[in-house]
């Protein structure tokens, strides 16, 4: 367990220094907005959201280094201001890829989110 903690500790600082190069490659997209009725969805920002979004949804999108793939687009979609599904868009066919709410379980609104 502590091996583990510690692990993770590293981790966030590793991924810290991937802060100037995500802004650089994403930030074309940043101002992106979807909304419909009560959710919304928009892109991760920067590296420190990427962290929150793993700290509210307890997924893989911060330890898989998700923030480094060139050909995605991370998004968070939230219902009623809270982080709900986490959706990947591939870049070059314009798709999502996949969407998962916390644990990595499916949520009832996957299907509103992916349309």
């Keep these: 367990k502590k091996r583990k903690a ?12 991937d802060r ?3 802004v650089e490659k994403k930030m074309m997209f940043f101002n992106l907005f979807f909304q419909r009725d009560n959710i919304t969805i928009e892109p991760l920002k920067s590296v420190d959201d990427f962290i929150e979004e793993y700290d ?3 997924h893989c999108v911060f330890s898989s280094s ?23 868009v591939d870049l070059n066919k314009f ?12 949520t009832e609104f996957k299907t509103k ?3």
């Design 6 to 17: 510690e692990q993770e500790i590293q981790a966030r600082i590793d991924v810290l220094k």
């Design 20 to 22: 100037k190069e995500y």
């Design 56 to 58: 509210n949804l307890k």
């Design 66 to 88: 998700y923030h480094k793939k060139d050909s995605s687009l991370i998004l968070s979609a939230k219902v009623n201001g809270q982080r709900t599904e986490t959706v990947e």
């Design 95 to 106: 798709k999502v890829i996949q969407s998962r709410g916390k644990f990595n379980k499916s």
């Design 113 to 115: 989110i992916r349309r």
